[in-house]
Each structure stands twice: as C-alpha cells, then as structure tokens.
C-alpha cells in the first residue's frame, strides 16, 4: 500500500509564497502527473514530499502512516531530480547500485539487482563504462535506473525529459508508460510539457502559483477545465476564449457577441443556468471551430486568416473574429490554409460557458 495523501500542504521562502493550502491524494499505483508554468511549484511539491523542506503547516501521509515530520531517508521515497547529476567518476553499474549500497544490502543482491533493472531500461551495454562517455538518453536511463534500483513506497521525477531532443523524448515517453504497467509504482512525474501529461498519466494536476486549479483525468482537464488557466494551459494550441452575452430565456437563450449569434448546446444540462448572467466569455477549442471558403448553414460568419502556421499534419490559423484573433486547427490540403477572408461556425457548450469575472468555467 503506497497511496499519498497531503491536507492543508503550505510551504513559503521568505515573502515568496511557494506553495499554498494544498489538498491532494494519489492512489496506491496511479501515475499522477503536475503540470503547471515555471515557478508555479512543482519542484517545492515534490521536495516537501520527499522531506528536503518542511512544510509551514500541512500533514503527509504514506501509506496511511504520517510522514510529515520524518527524515527524508525514513520516508521511503526516491526523487529524480530534472539534473542527471550521475557520479561522473563511477561506471553505470556503480551509479544504479549506489542505492542499494547505501542501504547496506548484500553485493549479491546489489549486483542482481543492477542486472535487472539495466536489462528492464535497455542500459546493461553501458554498465561499464563512465558517463563521460554515454548519450543523453543513456545518460537519463541510467539516472532512472539509479531512482527505482531500490524498492520504494513512492517514486517522484522532476521534469526528467526537459534536457533531452524530441526524438528521445517520445521514446522515452513510452518507456516510462511501459515502465509503470511493469512495476505498478505509484508515480508523481512532473512536468511543464502538457503533451506528456496527457499521453502517459492517469490523473493531472494542473498548479499555478502555488494552488491546484484542478485535478483530474486527461479527458476531464481537457474536455472540462475548471478555469481559464487550466483551459490555456492545456492543449495545442490553446482554447480560444471569447466574450459575448446571454439573449433571451428558456428555448430561445443565444449567445451573442460582435458579429455572431448562437444557440448553446445542452444549455439545460448546467446547473447554474438559471443564474447565468448577461456578461460571460465562453471557450472554444481551436479543432472546434469550422472554416470554410463560402458561407453556409454550418459556417455563417464572415471572418479572415491572417497568418498560417504550417505543422506538417496540420495547419494552424490565426483568424480574425469578433474583434479578436483566435486560432483554429484545419488539415494542412485544406481550402482555407492560406491568408483571406473565410467563414467560420461554431456550436458552444453549456460547460464552456465563463464567468468573466472569476475566470472560471460555470458547473
């Protein structure tokens, strides 16, 4: 049972205030992944749970037994930090065992040990040589070689992609998924790269200064943000968010705004609808809006490409509409991918609707 739970997690640098009030349980075996924007405090999440800081006010608990004040060693945890930092004087199998040695566990069980986990990482050709002398995705295998050798309660990575090219990254990526259907660890990977958070994790959190905008599945911080933050943050490129105002009640409620008028899908479904007011914002995701070069039923507003950012299996448009830029996604062969006027039509949703002021989505 290895199931993380923290109440009321507080942790300030002076006047800084790092972390703040923070609620949050990962389950025995979830791959739980924070996201957030530099200096939200992700790496401060992950070295007050590990001990490295103590919290100003808060409680951690292990495994249903309170850490909050033990020793980093007593907890029981392995952190990868984002810098390798692999002993530059000491082979591979000497940096994946120095754990184990620390630990005092027999050389037999050491050397077993390193076997296996270099075999499970695709390492054991460098296991004898020193690390002047491996890749950079040799380098990152053999630091998370060193972080799981020994049998932990929690596993924690900061950032452990972000040095790394693309093409590396994607097939570790993989590997850390296949890594974790492996062991079942329970995981709490950290990240600023929401295509990772998506792609690999059972739940995301999503902190910005210090705070959890929200917590949930990829599907439901994708399809259901919570906040503004949360629904800019996350996704390629970010949701369109548009003001305009409620019209009308009952059947007849549109969403209006300059140059557009349109009914709100499953309108009937929020529960706030009733106390909706006449000033919001709703969000669009940009593969939700249509575009096409003539007018018709499905796209009945006139509006304008200025600038086509060309992505290989697609393109991305930064259109001109209701008296803003927002983007939309097309294939790269499609009629409007190239500067001039278009039309564009759009269905919003009830859970897209924002309340302006708050900067968060109505539930």
Known sequence: MSSLSAQGLSKSFGDLCALSDIDFEVADGE???????????????????????????????????????????????????????????????????????????PESEVANRVEEVAAMLKVGHVLDRLPQTFSGGEQQRVAIGRAIARPCDLLMLDEPLTNLDARIRIALRIEFKNLHRRLRQTLI???????????MSDRIAVLNQGRFEQIGTPDEIYHRPASVFVAQFIGQPPMNIIGAEIQGDGDDTLLAGPGFRVPVADLETLESAGRLPRQLSFGLRPEA?????????????????????RLGSKAVLDLRFAEQIVKAVVPPEHATAAEGPVWLGFTPKAEHLIDSERALFFR
């Open 189 to 199: 990977y950290v990240t600023h790269d929401q295509v990772e958070a998506i792609s």
């Open 31 to 105: 791959f739980f992944c924070v996201v957030g924007p530099t200096n939200a405090g992700k790496s401060t999440l992950l070295k007050t749970i590990a001990g490295l800081h103590r919290p100003d006010s808060g409680h951690i608990h292990l495994g249903g037994r309170p850490v909050t004040d033990l020793e980093p060693r007593a907890r029981n945890v392995s952190l990868l930090f984002q810098n390798i930092a692999l002993f530059p004087t000491q082979t591979g199998r000497e940096n994946i065992g120095f754990p184990l040695r620390a630990a005092e566990l």
């Open 289 to 309: 809006l249509r575009v096409a070069k003539t007018e018709s039923a499905e796209t009945p507003f006139p509006g304008q490409v200025v600038w086509v950012e």
